[in-house]
């Protein structure tokens, strides 16, 4: 396997369906792709601002501001406790994501684990490295192990992404001792962590594979990776972070110096005020909770079936048929969805529906339905 055997961009496929939709009368309603649309917090762009002039290199491993803000948070939202040269910004989570197996040194011959229903970069990451992607549905599916056999890396995502699926405490914590009875490193994606809508759960985050409840008194083996994109509306400013095991986060920053994977000064700025105010996390949140509660109730009324979802930015829906025939007929509505076969094909007869879109949109969605 080699770099340039990439599957297609599975995006480029949608393009007919969002032509249809654009059609309508009023105009596209976008829920296919899951970008922010609110604006960026004020504190941030001014923190943004105030750092512009920048004329030297940044610090790849994190100025010490940024990296105080980081263990500041991880402490403070996620309930761990980890050090200042364990955690490292990254240019976004999906560069991260895409580029792990790689910076693990992981190549041909080597097997990353991907959840059955799963975020396309899982995939992505392994091909770029050289290496295989296996569907592990659970630890027993892997089968009898071998050297040739057992994942040097495995991904789980809780919050899902696209079913909203949490993993419970217990449920991590069999994965992190499976993980280190096999000498398997663990990366956990929680990028939708602070978006958990089970009842008496909101405003709480969900766990984290860093908890000591799951993983006991050290993060050997483990990664847990987190983006302000969602919680901040930070999409376009690329920030996001890894922490967890000190061995493997230092291993990643030697091969990111010599890569020059920085993120630029400003945004490791405006990233470090981000994290430091909560208020701004909270009112965003209770923006997705209203537009959420609204297309809840619209998209059952249309017939639709809604499973997991209880977390993150998206429905998982279905109507029990193929998932393409699902998009045609909401693109007929001029609602643009994502086909779950995009996730694999476990998701082959559902789509997944984003709440990204003004209330404006949101609302115009809601009146198709």
Not at 17 to 39: C, E
Not at 91 to 118: F, Q, R, Y
């Amino acid at each position: 396997m080699t770099v340039l055997d990439l599957p297609d961009f599975p995006w480029d496929s949608l393009a007919p369906y969002k032509a249809r939709a654009s059609a309508h009368p009023d105009g596209i309603v976008d829920l296919s792709v899951g970008t922010p649309v609110d604006p960026t917090p004020e504190i941030v762009q001014r923190a943004l601002a105030a750092a512009a002039n920048a004329p030297g290199y940044p610090q790849t491993i994190g100025t010490p501001e940024l990296r105080t803000a980081l263990t500041e948070w991880f402490a403070r939202r996620r309930g761990v406790t980890i050090a200042a040269d364990a955690v490292l910004p990254t240019i976004g989570s999906k560069e991260l994501v895409a580029w792990l197996p790689t910076l693990l040194g992981l190549g041909p011959g080597d097997i990353v684990g991907i959840p059955a229903i799963a975020y396309p970069t899982y995939d992505v990451g392994a091909r770029i490295a050289g290496a295989d992607s296996v569907v592990v549905q659970s630890l027993t599916s892997l089968g009898p192990l071998t050297a040739a056999t057992t994942p040097k890396l495995l991904w789980v995502n809780s919050p899902g992404n696209p079913t909203g699926q949490v993993l419970g405490v217990e449920h991590l914590r069999k994965v992190v001792d499976w993980a280190r009875a096999h000498g398997v490193v663990v990366a956990s994606d929680e990028c939708y962590a602070e978006l958990d809508w089970r009842p008496g759960r909101v405003g709480r985050a969900t766990p984290s594979i860093l908890h000591p409840d799951v993983c006991g008194e050290t993060h050997d083996g483990l990664l847990a990776l987190y983006s302000l994109s969602k919680q901040s509306n930070l999409a376009g400013y690329r920030a996001a972070f890894v922490g967890g095991d000190p061995a493997l986060v230092q291993r990643i920053l030697e091969v990111r110096k010599h890569a020059g994977m920085m993120m630029p000064t400003p945004v490791q700025h405006a990233t470090a005020v981000a994290l430091r105010d909560d208020a701004h996390v909270v009112a965003q949140r209770g923006t997705y909770a209203r537009r959420r509660e609204r297309l809840v109730t619209a998209v059952e009324r249309a017939g639709l079936r809604i499973e997991y979802s209880e977390a993150g930015l998206y429905l998982w829906a279905t109507r029990g048929e193929d998932c393409w025939r699902t998009v045609a007929d909401l693109a007929d509505l001029g609602i643009l969805v994502a086909p779950g076969s995009f996730y694999g094909p476990l998701g082959e007869r559902h789509v997944r529906i984003g709440l990204t879109a003004t209330d404006e949109r949101i609302d115009a969605a809601c009146a198709r339905l």
